[in-house]
Nanobody
Framework: QVQLVESGGGSVQAGGSLRLSCAAS????????MGWFRRAPGKEREFVAL????????YYADSVKGRFTISRDYAENTVYLQMNSLKPEDTAVYYC??????????????????WGQGTQVIVSS
């Protein structure tokens, strides 16, 4: 089992920045990739970014490319999502997730095995 705890959400004006953190505990050696997803009010959950746990390669949704940066601290078992140039449409509950399949990455949330509780991000215009 892997436990994930997010932190760092909050309210910010458009153009501002926030950094989300996701601390993993438990069987972290079984993690193949970590992802961030979000769910805006009235919308379906969508992929934001992912990082391969070993190696650190990254992948982003087009909507956040160039504004968001995902990174991981392998020693601390923590993944970060640095969000810059935030827009009102980034308002959502953000979730981190862990995929236990080694050597495989996915942008589909239903392929992730473990989820955090979510952290709210509100961007006002």
């Amino acid at each position: 089992q892997v436990q994930l705890v997010e932190s760092g959400g909050g309210s910010v004006q458009a153009g501002g920045s926030l950094r989300l953190s996701c601390a993993a505990s438990g069987r972290t050696l079984s993690i193949g990739a970590m992802g961030w997803f979000r769910r805006a009010p009235g919308k379906e959950r969508e992929f934001v970014a992912l990082v391969r746990w070993s190696g650190g390669s990254t992948y982003y949704a087009d909507s956040v490319k160039g504004r968001f940066t995902i990174s991981r601290d392998y020693a601390e078992n923590t993944v970060y999502l640095q969000m810059n140039s935030l827009k009102p449409e980034d308002t959502a509950v953000y979730y981190c997730a862990a995929d236990s399949r080694l050597g495989y990455i996915s942008t589909r949330g239903n392929e992730y095995d473990y989820w955090g509780q979510g952290t709210q991000v509100i961007v006002s215009s």
